[in-house]
């Protein structure tokens, strides 16, 4: 039978995304439970990538493995925080300064993408469809099932 | 058992004659009957039209019922080994008995189903398809039930498959009871002079009996080496010869249950006195061995008031984690920590761990890394705490109330009850707060396709939340939402991950826990993950056809995920982009139906559901099927994580 080499993931690397150390069956505190919960506007920085291209790009790079397919989900969402999204070179020095060349154990931090594997070009185009991305989480209080999460945890044990 | 030799030759005889006898008859059916048609014949007897199969008659569902007994011949062993077996079995408590057919083990299986009256009740005989199936079951079971069921393994080969499902209970200090069938005069290849050899140094004890009288002393010891810590999977093997004895005359022994190590009369006065004299202690709650110690352990924490922590969100049998004095409680500075399966700074008990047991069992030197060695990478800070004591901590608890109840004073009473009511404002308020801010954080991505992990959480748990509910699946993969979202009150609210991280676990421990459930009008939770499913997916068979409380959502992201992005991560490093990083980690071209699957192996189901809108209406048809006796999986596409 495989063996499943998930025996930890280190997300400490990621100076966007933080989040928290797991480890072979230790279980997350809930998703971005460590991250707090935050709503920074989107960047407003130009974009000069093809959109369209970068949906293929972004598929195709596995970007969603980490980061949803809608960037609001996952281990690193970045819809709400944006991080290294700012600007089209922030996020092109981000792409090119992710490399650990001698990783000990499996890592899922950001892969690095070199020039030669994804050039400026090509991440600019995902940049572009990246900054497509909106929120698609409507207010809590049009989401009853939430609400009535939160109002049977008020009827709790006291 | 010496052999006789006379027994050996004429079953020899026997199998030979049989065989002869056998390749005639088919070679007939082939050359004169095409094979659907003999079978239709077969069902029907001729009476029915082909292709339909003829409604049981009243006697036939009587007899599976086991209301009436089979008929007595004339040449029948009065007594064969395999029903003391199985008595022996009974007597111990084991409820149920999941097994892969095997030639090896047909003595214990006639008698399973067939010996007792009623037969096929404790235990239960439940059909697996797969030897891993069957442990992981009994793995799930045991993490639900805070005991060991039985798994039946056929000889060399059916042990071969259970390796990897006894790996992980092993590893996961899980009690899982097995007998292995020898049958060395039947197919060479199934058999060997040592075959629990294979499984030893990740199994905690092993026998291969001679006689059946050892048998049944082995089957006594094999349950209490399993159920005594470090917990861990028993081995028995039993050759089919010993099942299949005349024993008129054998009595089965009187049982001797295990005694579990607690501490000594002086510690638990020290303890207690420290509990007592504390004007804020704390008690730290691991992972106990059963229901019985969680309730000692929140009698504990309620006679001093004291504030404690839980692992009840990471595996069963800790303090509920929505009791009032579950959490940090009003004050911080605790001044007297005592660790229950558990670091602690003043006292720790804990049980002797899986290191204790595994060299001398290490026989051919593996070395397990985690057990043996400590893992290298794996290693988190050293925990400030006492050395701990090295003692049963449910069984040490009894020792420590009594202790406390003796110590404690009118004045501390008052001033204890004032101390749980300031903690348990605290925690109720701390409760909300993170109620609070995981539901902003399960409100991403909410109306996004592919559908959220956190929805399914969250639109799953209103609908359960007024159930007697255990989810059974590993949620670490699917994100962990529970954990924030959940109430994981009881011993078996969240039975935790795989033991060794290894995949093929979520379903069959899910119905090994849907087994327990069943008994107790429970409603098992399965949160699966689609590349653990594809291990041995006949299990959902097993749950179908044992009409198991089983509700099964897929996390269905067709990707082993994290193995997908450990590749693009190498990629990286390597320079060469992770535009292949999907080769060898993702499930599409084609994609894999598990509606069908389920309807396949006879599950109610549906999907795959794309829509997050249609998400809660397909779980409440899923609850209320599951409510009405029939397992159901939803197939939902989701997002990676």
Redesign the interface.
Known sequence: ?????????WAGLCLAFLAPF????????????AAP?TNVPAPTSPVTGNAANGKALFY???C???H???G????R?F??RWGNLSTEQVFIRFLRG????T????????????E???PDKQAKDIYAYIRTFK????D?KD?P??N???E???Q??? | MAKSKKTSVGRRGFLKNAAAGAAAGAAALVTTTPLLEAQTRGAGRGATPAGSVPAPTEKQLDREAGNIRPPVAARTITRPGSDLMVQTVRDLGIEFAAANPGSSFEGLQESFINYGNPPNVMPEWITALHEESAVTMAHGYAKAEGKPMLALLHGTIGIQHAAMSIYQAYYDRVPVLMIAGNDPDFIPAHTAHDMASMVRSYTKWDAEPKTLDEALVAIQRAYNEAITPPMAPTLVVISSEIQKVDSPNTKIPAYQAPRFPTIDATSAKQIAKGLVEAQNPRIAVGRLRTPEGVKRAVELAELVGACTSTTATVGPMSFPQRHPLCGPGADKSYDYTLGLEAGGAQVSITGPGLATIAAPRDTTNIGFAGILTPGRAFQGPPEKSARPMEADAEASLPLIIEEVKRQLTADQKARIQERAARHATANHDAHVAGIEQAVQRAKAGWNGVPISTARIYAELWPLIMHEDWCLASPSNFSGGHNVQLWDHNKPYSYLGGQGAGGMGYGAPASVGAALSAKAHNRFVVNVQTDGDLNYAPGVLWTAAHHKLPMLTVMHNNRAWHQEYMFVEYMAGVRGRGADRAEIGSVLRDPFIDYAKMAATYGMAGEGPITDPSKLQAALKRGVASVKRGEPYMIDVITQPR
Not at chain 1, 2 to 7: A, C, L, P, V, Y
Not at chain 1, 135 to 138: D, F, L, N
């Open positions: 039978m495989k063996k499943n080499s998930i025996k930890m993931c797991t480890a072979l069956n230790a279980q997350p505190a809930g998703r971005g439970a919960v195709t790079y596995g969603y493995a980490c949803g397919y809608n609001e989900t996952g281990a969402p819809v709400g992710r490399a650990n060349v990783p000990v154990v499996p890592s899922a931090s950001m892969p690095n993408f070199g030669a594997s994804l929120s698609t989480a409507p809590l989401i099932t939430l009535a999460i939160v049977s945890a008020k709790g044990q006291k």
